[in-house]
């Protein structure tokens, strides 16, 4: 960091491990003032509301187990299979499709696909609408509706397992104890569910090239231990919620 770059704050609040590293790396100056906490998603409440209540029960069974979807074309922009994004992002919608299709075959689950950015340029509902036309049916939904981050907590949390590479939907489902694999193409993700959560073995980064395989015996190997897991993150939530609220007490100095 240069000097004038580096904050002046007495505490500084790192929410992975490997961003840790890197700073204290860089400017060992922060060592005993930068703590390593959990990211504020966790501190998110899941919000049960009339909206997300009503999507829900009109469009899932209540008989089925779900599995919860949020993925962004970003991605794909750290994809190695091709040496253009137009070519990755293909690549990247027949896997997850053919992946999709595979879990509903074998599983007889539900998939519930949440677009959880939606903005100019950046809406993941186009993602969404693309993975449910490359699949040859089944039991597979977009969520519509406009719901916000606590109602999204919400369906999430409701969920049996949850596959996303979008950051904080992957924080929404591991503090809700919901069993999560990460699709990582950057360190965030490796970080804060991968590190910090325990859940090393359920991170596929694209920018190791995985195939429709690859991700799908990931896949596997997470639902087979899921109350396992389930009963994991239990234990790590109750401690990372903790920290976050005794961080914050300490910087507000309440």
């Known amino acids: 960091f240069p ?19 890197y700073l204290l790396s860089e400017a060992s100056e922060f060592d005993g003032r930068a703590k390593l ?6 501190a998110l409440k899941p919000v049960r509301s009339k909206g997300i209540e009503a999507w829900m029960g009109n469009n899932l069974s209540p008989k089925k187990e779900t599995i919860s979807v949020a993925l962004s074309y970003l991605t794909t922009r750290k994809a190695i299979w091709h040496d253009n994004f137009r070519d990755n992002y293909s690549e990247f919608l027949r896997i997850f499709a053919n992946v999709l299709d595979r879990i509903m075959s074998k599983y007889d689950v539900q998939i519930v696909l949440i677009p959880h950015v939606i903005q100019h340029l950046e809406d993941d509902r186009v993602l969404c609408r693309h993975i449910i036309w490359m699949t040859t049916g089944g039991y597979i939904f977009m969520v519509h509706g406009g719901f916000d981050a606590g109602e999204l907590k919400y369906l999430i949390s409701k969920t049996d397992a949850f596959i996303g590479s979008r950051l904080h939907a992957c924080v929404a489902a591991a503090s809700s104890n919901v069993p999560t694999l990460g699709i990582a193409f ?3 993700v490796n970080g804060i569910i991968g590190e910090m959560m325990g859940l090393e073995d359920f991170v596929c980064d694209i920018r190791d090239g995985f195939d429709e395989y690859g991700l799908f015996c990931a896949f596997e190997s997470l639902y087979s231990e899921r109350f396992e897991i389930r009963k994991r993150l239990e234990v790590l939530n109750r401690k990372a919620k903790s920290e976050l609220r005794n961080f914050t007490k300490s910087v507000i100095g309440l």
């Open 3 to 21: 000097s004038h770059d580096k904050p002046r704050s007495s505490v500084v609040g790192v929410r992975d491990p490997i961003s840790y590293g």
């Open 37 to 42: 906490i959990p990211d504020s998603a966790f």
């Open 186 to 188: 950057d360190t965030r």
